[in-house]
């Protein structure tokens, strides 16, 4: 995988982190140092799963490795349709409009915009060597943090994103980068 194409994964599969980011920021008047431990949370999460879905991908590779491709094309098109269909459905984020989130709650949120993560790293596992995970697995951890930082200036600046455009364009990039496993390894 370019370095490219691994920017534009951190980027597509850290868009709920923004509009989370940017949602508590500006709901709960959060401080920027409350922002940076959320982001580096979410960070955390966000590069976490898909290093445990890729070391389960790497396991199972000898197992599944006439239909890898198949696999890794068929997670991350269903992670970025959900995406899709999701956002033409316009559901939304919400988050509380309490004044103080718990660390805790930073926890949840963070595990909660991660899931989706946890199938593209079975994806990699599948399709990547483990020090080419390693790295994608850090970027995504430092894109998702910048990102989620970038969210709460926005929150607190009381700029809006607009999430269902940002989701479906995310999930057009899981699709492609699905679509582009496949056809590498059939052609």
């Given at each position: 995988?370019?370095?490219v194409?691994?920017l534009?994964?951190?980027?597509a599969?850290?868009?709920?982190s ?5 949602t ?6 959060m401080s920027?140092?409350?922002?940076l431990?959320m ?5 955390i999460c966000q ?11 790497d ?8 239909v890898?491709h ?6 991350l098109?269903?992670?970025?349709g959900?995406?899709i ?11 509380s409009?309490?004044?103080g989130?718990?660390?805790?709650s930073?926890?949840l949120?963070?595990?909660a915009t991660?899931?989706?993560?946890l199938a ?9 060597p ?22 709460v200036y926005?929150g ?6 607009p ?13 492609g980068?699905?679509v ?8």
């Amino acid at each position: 995988m370019s370095i490219v194409e691994a920017l534009l994964l951190a980027l597509a599969l850290c868009v709920d982190s923004l509009v989370v980011s940017t949602t508590t920021a500006f709901s709960t008047k959060m401080s920027y140092g409350r922002g940076l431990l959320m982001a580096s949370i979410f960070g955390i999460c966000q590069s976490g799963f898909p290093l445990v879905g890729a070391l389960v991908g790497d396991v199972a590779r000898s197992f599944i490795e006439r239909v890898d491709h198949w696999v890794a094309f068929g997670l991350l098109a269903i992670v970025g349709g959900r995406m899709i269909v999701e956002a033409v459905r316009n559901r939304e984020n919400k988050v509380s409009a309490r004044r103080g989130i718990s660390v805790s709650s930073f926890f949840l949120l963070g595990i909660a915009t991660s899931i989706d993560a946890l199938a593209v790293g079975i994806g990699l596992g599948l399709d990547n060597p483990m020090p080419t995970v390693l790295w994608i697995v850090a970027l995504i951890g430092g894109v998702t943090v910048c990102v989620s930082l970038l969210g709460v200036y926005l929150g607190k600046r009381n700029i809006p994103i607009p999430e269902r455009t940002a989701n479906i364009i995310a999930g057009m990039v899981l699709i492609g980068l699905g679509v582009k496993i496949l056809l590498e390894d059939l052609l």
